[in-house]
């Protein structure tokens, strides 16, 4: 349809029918059974006129239904206008792939785009049009529980991964090509900085620091063509975000440039009051509307308020239409106007979602998100030893994420199942294993167990349920009766391997105690074939951190791009009166980057073509890996950079370029970086990107902790 054509549809509808465009409702307002929508509609005192008009949808599931839903809308919609259906396709639709804090730890670019694909293309058979991701907030807290929905610590890494996301799920063309999703980019704006991990809560930042660290991400999931944004529960510089004018207004739409829709998240609108920044919901939703958020999901501040707030003169009916032209215009880009049902088929359904090709994917995905911790020598196993596998995650299906809508557990792959399919000599026990209490008859068969294998690995972590939303922790530890079980096995067999299923970084005194720590995160549907392989050598670990790890959580947040003090620790670590803790020190226990593999690789010395640079110069920095093992592996080389001197603090280093090399054993590669001046830019205090002239460091190495350092100089 062209834009003249839905300027003059917007020009049929009436005030009513345009306010109602900007409400979203769930799915179970659509529902074919009255009992199913008769107690929602009377909470939120909605008419069926109301529901026949409300632009988007929420949460439908399957092609049969969404088929009906959208049959049914268009039917009862006065100007058979369609509507969208949107819903959380976080990292997988029914075929699970690991957390975004997992697919993080990837550095694989590639992978995030093809995850992206396969959702999109599984959620799209299955009649979905909007997925609500990526979440590309920056997080710098593991207590908050929806690390596990971000791509970790670092600005630069979280900017590629955005662009992956968006490009896997949408495509090239929305409107031709049905195997593909819109996405819609989240939480705008820092919503990860919520102050002490706590969901929810408020964030307090300066202008510059939201520009350097938390923005950059939203804006690369922008340029890279994301349809729609939702706004953060957050404050921001002490305004609610869905009512923060200059954050949409000026930031997003001006700054940006960004035309799509702007969506709130669930009752964000109505949650204005409860921060104290609006009176009642006729006053949210002035300050909303006018902030420019296009959507209100799941209350009903606009139905029931604007026209009246339009008829004193308060808002103007514009701000109105510019919104529901949005809306149309999005509907228009997904081609529902020509194809309302879109990819939705139920035939199709069945034979894509959780294929054989997906699971595949999925699997390959999950062992290069599996991050080796630690390793004195027990990793990997041979098939000749044998192997106890005890633990509660052991025989856990709970291996998906809090954020895994249509995934099954029951199609999830165990560890133990992972093992037996690679034909592993295993010692397994069959007494159910609790995270919190085991039972005496459980923990008595792992003893047994362990004392007759040569190696153990313990199956530990926490369950779905830990981590994502609402779910901040103060304890990042895992549960007591897991800590104890390490030491007890310890005793009987001191060749202990524990694997851990987990949403976040965690704090993991007690487990040291292990002669080797997986990462697995939450893997998803193959999770278990995936780790297996880890463990028996099938495949080299490759897996590197996007988040560090505490050494105890009274170090949190610990992150790796830290700004320097006055005192810094490193000018003197054994004195009092410096920036330091008495009982612990500034460091990461694993540093963002980090990780290992069966494969010790080494790094040169850092070269560069040119010691020094003008801002209209390029300088290449080189250095030579090696791979020093028994096996083919995987590296990333890293590039870290610092601003010695700038009119602001700088970071001690910045991440701005990595790669990933497969090196045969024996090989050497040389890598190389291309310096430019807008590498050395930041964010001055007069809030704009710039360089200063002086010296840099120049460091490449495995990950942030293990560089070579040169130094290189911009002149003007």
Wanted: glycine share 8%; net charge negative.
């Amino acid at each position: 349809m062209e834009q003249q054509k839905l300027t003059e549809l917007l020009s049929e509808m009436t005030l009513d029918e345009k306010i109602d465009q900007l409400l979203q409702l769930a799915a179970a307002f659509y529902s074919d059974k009255a009992e199913e929508k008769t107690g929602p509609m009377g909470d939120l005192g909605l008419t069926q006129e109301n529901i026949n008009n409300a632009g988007t949808t929420l949460g439908v599931s399957g092609a049969k239904e969404a088929i009906r839903v959208q049959k049914e809308y268009i039917a009862n919609n006065r100007l058979n206008i369609p509507t969208i259906l949107m819903a959380d396709i976080i990292h997988g639709f029914r075929t699970i792939f690991p957390i975004p804090l997992g697919l993080g730890s990837s550095w694989d670019l590639a992978a995030a785009e093809k995850m992206a694909e396969v959702s999109a293309k599984e959620a799209a058979v299955s009649g979905l049009h909007v997925t609500f991701s990526p979440m590309v907030d920056l997080v710098r807290d593991p207590r908050w529980g929806r690390v596990m929905e971000s791509t970790g610590e670092d600005p630069y890494l979280n900017s590629r991964f955005a662009e992956a996301f968006v490009k896997g799920y949408q495509g090239d063309d929305l409107r031709t090509d049905f195997n593909r999703v819109a996405a819609c980019v989240k939480h705008f704006a820092a919503y990860g900085a919520a102050i002490g991990g706590r969901d929810y809560n408020t964030v307090n930042m300066s202008e510059r620091q939201l520009r350097e660290s938390y923005l950059p991400g939203y804006k690369a999931a922008l340029d890279a063509g994301a349809k729609l944004v939702m706004t953060s529960f957050n404050t921001v510089d002490g305004i609610p975000a869905t009512a923060n004018r200059w954050l949409f207004r000026d930031v997003l739409r001006e700054e940006f440039g960004f035309e799509g829709v702007v969506i709130s998240d669930w009752a964000a609108i109505k949650e204005v009051i409860a921060h104290g920044a609006a009176e009642d919901e006729k006053h949210a939703a002035e300050l909303a509307i006018k902030a420019g958020v296009d959507i209100e999901m799941m209350t009903t501040c606009y139905t029931d308020n604007l026209k009246e707030l339009i008829a004193e003169g308060t808002v103007e009916e514009a701000l109105v239409d510019e919104a529901v032209l949005r809306i149309l215009t999005l509907k228009n880009e997904l081609g529902l106007f020509e194809n309302p049902y879109r990819g939705a088929d139920e035939a199709a359904e069945a034979a894509t979602v959780l294929s054989q090709e997906h699971r595949e994917i999925a699997s390959d995905i999950a062992k290069k998100s599996m991050v080796l911790l630690k390793n004195e020598g027990v990793l990997p196993l041979q098939k000749t030893e044998k192997v106890a596998i005890v633990g509660p995650g052991a025989h856990s299906r709970d291996l998906l994420g809090a954020w895994s809508w249509q995934g099954k557990q029951e199609e999830v792959v165990t560890l133990v199942e992972g093992a037996q399919a690679l034909g592993a000599d295993l010692l397994i026990g069959q007494e159910p294993f609790d995270y919190f209490a085991p039972s005496e008859a459980a923990i008595q068969e792992a003893i047994e167990l362990v004392k007759a294998a040569d190696k153990v690995v313990l199956a530990l972590g926490e369950q779905e349920w830990m981590s994502g939303e609402a779910a901040s922790r103060s304890d990042i530890r895992l549960p007591q009766a897991q800590l104890s079980l390490v030491e007890t096995l310890k005793e009987y067999n001191e060749q202990l391997i524990v694997t851990l299923y987990n949403g976040r970084p965690l704090d993991l005194q007690g487990v040291d105690a292990a002669k080797a720590i997986v990462e697995a995160w939450f893997p998803g549907t193959e999770g278990g074939n995936a780790l297996a392989q880890i463990l028996w050598g099938e495949y080299n670990p490759s897996g590197r951190l996007s988040m560090s790890f505490p050494e105890t959580v009274g170090q949190v947040p610990v992150y790796y791009n830290v700004d320097n003090t006055g005192r810094p620790y490193e000018s003197a670590p054994d004195e009092k009166y410096v920036s330091k803790y008495l009982d612990v020190s500034n460091y990461a226990k694993y540093p963002f980057g980090f990780g290992l593999s069966y494969s010790p690789v080494a790094y040169s010395a850092v070269t560069l073509d040119q010691p020094t640079m003008t801002k209209d110069q390029t300088v290449t920095a080189s250095i030579t890996v090696t791979n020093q093992g028994t096996a083919a592996v995987w590296e990333t080389v890293q590039c870290y950079i610092r601003d010695l001197v700038g009119e602001v603090v700088r970071p001690v280093k910045e991440l701005k370029g990595f790669k990933k090399i497969w090196l045969e054993v024996g090989e050497s590669a040389t890598v190389q970086f291309e310096i430019t001046e807008e590498l050395l830019r930041y964010v001055h205090s007069n809030q704009q990107l710039s360089s200063d002239p002086g010296k840099f460091h120049i460091m490449i190495g495995g990950n942030s902790r293990d560089t070579q350092q040169t130094t290189l100089q911009l002149v003007r």
